[in-house]
């Protein structure tokens, strides 16, 4: 046996030692692992959106989880056993080596399930008024974002013999709910109006008013001086008050609102009954015109019961007097929804396009474009007809896509993969198959979060799972 030279042994240890420092090094690059788990994330937060919307349109309660925490670990390990022959009796001793490495690493995370009072409390709670007011002054198209927060408008005549009357003559409520034509146009016909009325948002300038003296305290409490400042400033957290204002751009448009409802009014806006945004909010200062009136006449003649339907199922009644409304003062009671209803409304927008139960299948539409160039108050067509460009999808979802179509998020529900189409420009245009459904995903996670308070989340039955 030839025994191992000093030199020899010196480079393999040396070359063990350089694999043990590079699995080390390794071990501590941790920003790509870091920046796996932020796109996990992502994925994470667009999947459970997505899952809740896929509910929603198949009308089953909803489900939500959050990830409370993630904390990534790696190790790495290594050693190196060497025998070799030594002395001057060595012929009968071989020669051997032998290393061990070995390297770990995975996240651990927390899922908490949000079945809790003060989480459902917070998504039923109405869409809070200065984020909307965020949204409406933002970079976000309006005809979205009225379509996402409002509900259902009430119209009202404001005259004396409508007082207290709620037959068709007097109010018509307008549904925001795309299961039918008639309810689909009819709302999007007059959130089109009040686009063009210069429908926004603003703060009240609420009155400061001054603190009373506080009163000087004895010798021995000069200690709680400093709780009773916390006290004091208990209300500085209270919401600002904001309200729906008109801003019109265009003269025949501002004809037709009252000067108590002009965005910038101060004067009016403080008034005690100046309705707040909220979850229900009132003008009483509109005009409708005899062109539009004579548009939505014409969407109802155009939208006529389905065939076999009796007269119990005729959605057009309450809407046949409409044309009643032109050149009439009417009153606008606004209804915003909460982030829960949000959901259940995209989830009612999928399901008209998949799997309709009423009317025929439709992909529902809003408009884009300059925000203060003229709104085309016509509603967008419906499938198979020419369509305007400033119209597109509102939310699209797709049903087990071919292997060759380039899906967005996507997520698995009963067997059945749903997913957004993932277009080159999809997010960044709403030039694209996918429309507005990124910003709808991202309108539907801010909200989410903000509703989530940190009170709200459970501290028991915590999932935690090692990878």
């Not at 996990?40 to 896929?54: A, R, W």
């Not at 071989?94 to 003060?118: H, I, K, R, W, Y």
């Not at 409520?173 to 999007?188: D, S």
């Amino acid at each position: 046996m030839r025994s191992i030279s000093h030199w020899s042994l010196v480079r393999l240890l040396f070359a063990v030692g350089a694999s043990i420092l590079a699995g080390c090094a390794i071990v501590d690059q941790y920003s790509g692992r870091a920046t796996v788990y932020n796109l996990e994330s992502e994925q994470t937060h667009d999947q459970g959106l997505l899952l809740n919307i896929v509910r929603a349109s198949q009308r089953r309660p909803r489900q939500f989880t959050i990830v409370q925490q993630i904390i990534g670990t790696a190790t790495a390990e290594g050693s190196a056993n060497l025998t070799f022959p030594f002395g001057p009796h060595n012929g009968l001793s071989p020669s051997s080596g032998m290393f061990t490495a070995t390297a770990s690493g995975g996240p651990q995370f927390q899922v908490a399930p949000l079945e809790t009072n003060g989480f459902y409390a917070g998504i039923l709670q109405p869409a809070s008024a200065q984020l909307i007011d965020l949204y409406v002054h933002g970079e976000f198209p309006h005809d979205l974002l009225f379509n996402l927060f409002i509900e259902k408008i009430v119209m009202r005549r404001t005259g004396s013999a409508c007082l207290f009357s709620h037959l068709p003559q007097c109010e018509i409520v307008f549904q925001n709910y795309p299961g039918t034509n008639v309810q689909l146009e009819l709302f999007q016909a007059l959130v089109g109006y009040l686009i063009n009325l210069g429908l926004s948002t603003e703060q009240v300038e609420t009155p400061q008013t001054k603190k009373p003296a506080k009163s000087k305290k004895k010798t021995g409490d000069s200690a709680s001086s400093d709780d009773d400042d916390d006290d004091d400033d208990s209300g500085a957290d209270k919401p600002l008050p904001y309200r729906f204002c008109f801003a019109p751009r265009e003269l025949s448009y501002q004809q037709l609102v009252k000067r108590e409802s002009v965005c910038g009014n101060q004067t009016t806006a403080n008034k005690s009954d100046t309705p707040l945004l909220g979850r229900r909010s009132k003008f009483e200062s509109v005009k409708i015109s005899q062109k539009f009136a004579d548009l939505l006449a014409n969407i109802v003649t155009n939208n006529p019961p389905r065939p076999g339907a009796d007269a119990s199922n005729d959605e057009t009644i309450p809407f046949r007097h409409i044309r009643d409304f032109a050149e009439q003062g009417v009153s606008f009671a606004i209804y915003t929804r909460s982030t829960e209803s949000l959901i259940y409304y995209v989830g009612e927008v999928v399901r008209r396009r998949l799997h309709p139960d009423l009317d025929p299948s439709r992909t529902v539409m809003i408009k884009t474009g300059p925000p203060f160039n003229h709104f085309d108050e016509t509603p967008c067509p419906a499938d198979g007809r020419p369509r305007p460009d400033a119209c597109k999808p509102l939310f699209v979802l797709y049903e087990n896509a071919p292997p060759n179509f380039a899906a967005g998020s996507a997520v698995i529900y009963n067997g059945v993969q749903y997913s957004i189409p993932a277009d080159q420009q999809a997010g960044s245009s709403y030039d694209t198959e996918a429309g507005s459904s990124y910003t709808v995903l991202t309108v539907l996670r801010q909200l989410l979060i903000l509703s989530t308070k940190a009170k709200s989340l459970p501290s028991t039955s915590i999932v935690t799972t090692t990878r």
